[in-house]
């Protein structure tokens, strides 16, 4: 694998690089920035916080349910036709969204987004694991991973922008024109590549489809429905246990199939593989991890505006569209485990430092320069980690393995959230009564309990009274009403950011699994390192 595997009809590899960055930028730009909006939202449709919250959860369930299935599509039908189909559909997808009259075609349309999100992701990595020589396809895949990482924080940045000057329309309407240059560009430039006709595996599709479905649903909406009753009888245990259940079956089903398989599991025979799949979640699980508390502190307890609390962040998303292309490069010179593996420990002291300064009324940069760290870190682990993932995957199994590795990161980013909402909710249960009982102390004696007891109630009820559990009685006196709502309010604040300082440190336990996973991955010259999993692939073939 000494040079591309393609007709470029004398262009470069890198001609590629394009059209497959702008799609992947709007995928995962639309993983964010609707999040800024869910205010707006509310107002314009008049709905329900849950209801809106099936905007973005719509959007993030038909794109990870379907990435095992369109990853095996690349490999039947060609990356390129395959792409250029999902490009399609989520550029008119995002023209519905912006048009869409109520919340639930709106809704609709984003699940419509996902699947052409779906569509594209896997082909991408898999085009520049087909395309790209050995020795230069850590530097692509270094490009493709800064775009990851600037487009993470670029959406909610762009949302507030666009929400506040142009209206909630524009957050879809921005991706029609760059849609269009991605779409002639994948037309004029990704080549054609060898297709292998084989039987599809419809079960697998169906058990694949259903068993993620389930799963992902049972976690994502679980905080939803306080991980009760969902409707009737069923519950949310329910619908994760039948998730696993049908997961388990589709496993079982992969093995009897062998090469014929949507999910060939000979796959994960290659160690550097198999572990990057759990270092790949290990990494999406942090990410969501660390935003999601983050960014309800910086505006709950900071009282940042959304436009603002996403500056934060900022800098950091530019640092690691700089690392990133860079730590690509340096994977092709030395083995990529050490690149990512400092990574994932750079990130884990970044994020535990972040949690050190998490506080009411810490100065803004105390918090912006961790993020720098966080920055580097990810640019260090993206790119270097998808290009472990690839390299060894033969021409017949790049789609599926891409696939499979997508499907995983965005499963860990889905068990981040469900675990770290979770987290953030029962430590809130603690630390608020906590803060309130300190600041009761300077509180008049018969009030104490009172403003206690008020608190451990809104604390019992989750994140919605988060903000607060304490209304002053109506016949105290008005210098008393004031000291009881300053207390109230340093009560709220230092129990919020006490809960989301423990739950970031949640966080740095599972990065210091992904480190663990890349220590662990084999050694020695990239260039080396490619050929033992290639040959080991074709004699298993």
Not at 168 to 188: H, K
Not at 440 to 466: H, I, K, M, T
């Amino acid at each position: 694998m000494t040079a591309p595997a393609a007709d470029l009809q004398g262009r470069s590899p890198w001609s590629i690089l394009p059209p497959l960055c702008l799609g992947f930028f709007m995928i995962m730009v639309d993983t964010t920035i609707v999040n800024i909006a869910v205010p707006t939202l509310q107002d314009v449709f008049d709905a329900s916080l849950v209801t809106v919250g099936w905007v973005n959860s719509a959007y993030l369930l038909t794109f990870a349910v379907l990435l095992l299935v369109t990853g095996r599509l690349g490999d039947r039908f060609g990356p390129r036709p395959v792409f250029v189909a999902g490009l399609v559909v989520f550029t008119l997808a995002s023209l519905a969204c912006g048009l869409a009259g109520s919340v639930g075609l709106l809704i609709a349309a984003r699940a419509v987004q996902g699947i052409g999100g779906a569509l594209m992701t896997p082909q991408t990595m898999a085009m520049i694991t087909r395309v790209f020589p050995a020795q230069k396809r850590g530097a692509a895949l270094g490009i493709w991973g800064s775009v990851a990482g600037v487009a993470t924080i670029t959406g909610p940045v762009l949302g507030g922008v666009l929400v506040e000057t142009v209206g909630w329309e524009w957050i879809f309407y921005v991706n029609i024109p760059v849609g269009v240059v991605a779409l002639w560009l994948s037309l004029t430039r990704l080549p054609a590549l060898e297709t292998h006709s084989r039987t599809f595996d419809v079960p697998g599709v169906v058990l694949s489809v259903v068993g993620l479905g389930l799963l992902v649903f049972g976690l994502q909406e679980g905080p939803t429905y306080d991980w009760g009753t969902i409707v009737g009888p069923v519950t949310v245990p329910v619908v994760v246990g039948a998730g696993v259940l049908v997961s388990g079956a589709f496993l079982l089903w992969q093995r009897h199939l062998g090469d014929d398989a949507l999910l060939p599991l000979r796959l994960f025979v290659h160690r550097n593989f198999a572990l990057a799949n759990v270092a790949g979640a290990a990494v999406s699980f942090s990410m969501t991890g660390i935003f999601f508390p983050f960014t309800l502190y910086l505006q709950q307890v900071l009282g940042l505006s959304p436009l603002h609390a996403a500056l934060v962040g900022l800098p950091g998303s530019l640092i690691s569209g700089v690392v990133a292309p860079f730590a690509g490069r340096l994977s092709d010179r030395v083995a990529g485990k050490w690149v990512v593996a400092t990574g994932f420990c750079v990130l884990a002291v970044a994020i535990g430092v972040l949690a050190t300064q998490v506080q009411p009324g810490v100065e803004v940069w105390r918090l912006v320069v961790p993020m720098l760290g966080f920055g580097v870190g990810t640019g260090l682990v993206f790119s270097p980690l998808g290009n472990l993932a690839t390299t060894g995957l033969d021409q017949r199994t790049a789609g599926a393995g891409a696939g499979a590795f997508n499907t995983n990161r965005q499963v860990g980013g889905v068990i981040g959230s469900a675990v770290v909402v979770a987290a953030l909710t029962s430590r809130l249960a603690v630390t608020m009564p906590a803060a309130a009982q300190d600041a009761a102390a300077a509180l008049p004696a018969g009030l104490r309990e009172q403003f206690v007891d008020g608190f451990r109630q809104a604390a019992s009820q989750g994140l919605g009274a988060a903000g607060g559990g304490f209304d002053a009685p109506a016949d105290v006196p008005a210098d008393v009403a004031e000291q009881l709502g300053a207390a109230a309010r340093a009560a709220a604040e230092a129990g919020f950011a006490a809960a989301a300082a423990q739950t970031l440190g949640l966080t740095v336990l599972v990065l210091v699994l992904g480190a663990v996973c890349a220590f662990a991955m084999r050694g020695g010259r990239p260039g080396n390192a490619v050929q033992e999993p290639v040959r080991a692939a074709s004699a298993a073939g």
